[in-house]
């Protein structure tokens, strides 16, 4: 009488895996010869053998066959040969699969046994490494590989050169415009300049140009692209902490600061210089756009990054994150600006801006993190900067 009880598809998981020594196994008896029956048949020969019940559950496997087919012991059969294998019992035909597993390529040929209630599936080599045909795939393989490193270095270099043409038309198109500026307030002291007032007038646009070209300057050791800055274990919230006097000082009393630091925020592998500098940058950046006064608002978090935020941007990773938030309430930006807002020649920049946001979005990339913007009328603009967690 058949037995229409239902059996798991896998095996059970009390069930030791085939390829331990025969004495080790117990004797699967109802589906065909013992193991040891098996073993005292099918272990010295020189070609695959393996029995599998209908779900594909290991039942034996000769030697040649755990070594070179499962590549150890297992429970059941390689998911290459499963589907044939129950193919070949639910229509009781016999199948023949082919598989490659280097150095031997295999042909299989499954045998159902629908009164045992197994398949029997018999290997035959069709060549080995020994085979020239196989020393010819093999050689192909390598050769591909080789071509494959060698296209990804190419691309990798090919990127630095991008990236490189970038920045220079970036600071092509600041320097240019800082040389005009001062070169237009160097004729307006010689014509114009009278009394001392003028004269000092001039003079002080003079430095405040000079200053802001020195600051942009100061930024292109950021874009390097190797660095040899040593990364150890950092917390967010003290490096926020860092910044803070130096930003206080440095503000117009019309702007407040604050922040909002999480307690218990997860440490990030990292350059303290590195992100204290990008810090810094975005309160910069967040400072022009508030000329006539706002708040600034440091805020760090720990965030899970999920496959729906990926999808949103393509340079997001899915994981634990520390994420730095700086908003202000200043000047907004237009939607059609934000893609680009972290190029070094962005078509749009706030007043007084220079290379702050790309500078910091390169730091972000050497911790293999990325940022993101987000700006609306009356809102002001949010930049956060994403880092992984690895610790």
């Known amino acids: 009488m058949t037995d229409n009880k239902t059996e798991p598809p896998n095996p059970s998981p009390s069930s030791p895996p085939i390829g331990d020594t025969p004495e080790e196994l117990p004797d699967r008896q109802g589906r065909g010869e013992s193991i040891s029956d098996l073993a005292g048949l099918f272990d010295q020969c020189p070609n695959p053998f393996m029995r599998c019940d209908k779900y594909g559950g290991l039942i034996y496997a000769n030697r040649i066959a755990v070594s070179s087919v499962l590549g150890g012991p297992a429970t059941a059969l390689p998911e290459r040969l499963l589907h044939p294998c129950l193919a070949a019992y639910k229509t009781t035909t016999s199948q023949v ?25 018999h290997g035959k080599e069709k060549f080995s490494s020994q085979h020239p045909e196989a020393n010819l795939m093999r050689a192909e393989i390598l050769r591909l590989e080789k071509e494959k490193k060698e296209l990804a270095t190419l691309a990798l270099h090919a990127q630095k050169l991008d990236a490189a043409g970038t920045l220079a038309r970036g600071v092509v198109i600041d320097f240019g415009n800082f040389l005009t500026m001062i070169n237009g307030y160097s004729e307006l002291y010689l014509e114009k300049a009278k009394d001392a007032d003028s004269r000092s007038y001039f003079m002080q646009k003079i430095r405040d140009i000079s200053k802001e070209a020195i600051e942009t300057f100061s930024q292109l050791k950021f874009f390097s692209l190797k660095t040899n800055r040593p990364f150890k274990p950092v917390n967010c919230n003290q490096l926020v902490k860092n910044v803070l006097p130096i930003l206080k000082q440095s503000v117009k009393d019309t702007i407040a600061v604050e922040t909002k630091l999480r307690p218990g925020l997860r440490p990030v592998m990292g350059n303290e210089e590195l992100l204290e500098q990008a810090i810094t940058n975005l309160a910069i950046n967040a400072f022009h756009a508030m000329q006539e006064g706002g708040r600034l608002t440091i805020k760090t978090a720990n965030v899970k990054v999920d496959k729906t935020h990926c999808c949103r941007n393509s340079e997001a990773k899915p994981g634990p994150c520390v994420m730095i938030a700086v908003s202000d309430t200043g000047i907004s930006i237009d939607s059609r600006f934000l893609p680009h807002l972290f190029d070094p020649c962005a078509p749009f920049k706030r007043e007084g801006a220079g290379l702050e946001l790309p500078a910091a979005c ?12 987000e700006s609306g009328k009356e809102k002001g603009t949010v930049i956060r900067v994403y880092l992984p967690v690895e610790i």
Do not use: L
Not at 104 to 110: A, V
Not at 362 to 373: C, L, N, S, Y
């Open 97 to 121: 699969f082919e598989i490659a597993r280097y150095p031997s390529h295999y042909q299989f040929i499954m045998v159902p046994d629908p009164d045992n209630h197994c398949v029997n599936i």
């Open 362 to 373: 390169v730091i972000a990339k050497q911790h293999k993190g990325w940022m993101e913007a």
